[in-house]
């Protein structure tokens, strides 16, 4: 056995030369086993370093722990509520319950959920971390067993599992279609300055395509909004400079809510528009809403798929799973800037 991997249940029989069944009936004490075979297993078990996981024993015994503690920063946003769903869809033939809590993007609250969730012996934990948060917390957990997978960004602190969209990529992307439709000048509506790795890596793909396509990095075309209200008034200060963006980029889809509602409020037509994520209804918009897709299902899955191979006793080392997103085309962003204003560029 490799020095630096933990001791399995079938290292335990291989070491001893009985069947992985026969140790577990030894460790759960559900079934025969000869005295002498118990001691050897027992001796085996010491000798190796051998951790039972108890979570992963409640998991295939359909004991009471059958819980997957989730938490998400905002239980209103439909992209988390879609990763919840999936998570969900895929753990529930393994007689797992899944159970949500909302952060608010709090890290002491963050804190205060996941500590409840281990009290209750959850078999897996998922996370959404906070920005500021500090994930050290959870290495004695992770050594005993309990499979961490953070969602949508990495944690701090922990190596473990991560499961996160291809958010720079994706962003530079949807920049580049607004450039290749003729615009110069394409404002950035998202939260400046940023410490969320969501948000700082799409900010890194918008820059990376103005800077690709020889475009200046123009700091007052980029605004901070947290919340729809927030982009709205954004949106307005950006359509009010002397030299306005004739195209916005919106970094989230709440964000995009508010700058869909300032344009629709001023009746502003022309002003082209891309935003980082699917909204509701972003169909029926006037025009439909170009997105950026990312893929809410795939995320949960992988996520769910993960932790289900490390309860199985995947030992592998850690990954990060890059689930890539897509440009779904409708109509905002594919809007051209006005003839005076290529010629003035």
């Known amino acids: 056995m490799a ?11 291989r070491e001893v030369g009985v069947s992985a069944k026969t140790v577990s009936r030894v460790l759960n004490e559900d079934g025969p086993a000869s005295a002498k075979t118990r001691e050897q297993v027992l001796a085996a078990v010491a000798r190796l370093g051998f951790q039972p996981n108890l979570m992963a024993r409640n998991i295939r015994v359909g004991g009471p722990d059958t819980t997957i503690g989730l938490v998400i920063p905002d239980l209103g946003n439909p992209f988390f509520g879609a990763v919840a769903r999936s998570i969900e869809d895929t753990v529930r033939d393994r007689g797992l319950t899944l159970l949500m809590g909302s952060s608010a993007d709090d890290p002491d609250r963050e804190r205060a959920l996941t500590d409840k969730f281990l009290a209750r012996r959850v078999s897996v934990l998922m996370v959404v971390p906070s920005v500021g948060a500090d994930h050290a917390h959870l290495k004695p957990h992770r050594a005993t067993g309990l499979p961490v ?5 990495p944690g701090v602190g922990l190596s473990t599992d991560s499961v996160v969209s291809s958010n720079r990529a994706g962003a530079q992307a949807g920049v580049t279609h607004l450039i290749n439709h003729g615009h110069r000048r394409i404002g950035f509506v998202g939260d400046l300055p940023t410490k969320l790795y969501t948000r700082r890596e799409r900010l890194a793909g918008y820059r990376a395509a103005l800077d690709e396509a020889g475009l200046p990095y123009d700091r007052s075309l980029l605004t901070n909004a947290h919340d729809q209200h927030g982009a709205a008034i954004a ?23 508010g700058v869909v509602t300032e344009l629709a409020r001023t009746k502003r037509k022309g002003v082209a528009l891309v935003a980082f994520d699917d909204v509701p209804l972003a169909e029926v918009l006037e025009p439909a809403l170009t997105v950026v897709a990312q893929d809410p299902e795939e995320i949960g899955r992988a996520a769910a798929t993960t932790a ?32 005076q204003l290529l010629q003035e560029g």
Do not use: C
Not at 3 to 13: E, F, I, Q, W
Not at 149 to 153: A, K, P
């Open 149 to 153: 997978v953070f969602l949508d960004r």
């Open 3 to 13: 020095a630096n991997r933990r001791p399995t249940l079938a290292d335990v029989a």
């Open 235 to 257: 949106t307005a200060e950006l359509l009010s400079l002397a030299d306005p963006p004739t195209a916005l980029f919106a970094g989230n889809n709440i964000v995009a809510l």
């Open 308 to 339: 289900l191979a490390r309860l199985d006793g995947d030992r592998s080392r850690v990954r990060t799973i890059t689930v890539p997103t897509r440009l779904i085309v409708r109509g905002s962003g594919e809007q051209q800037p006005a003839p």
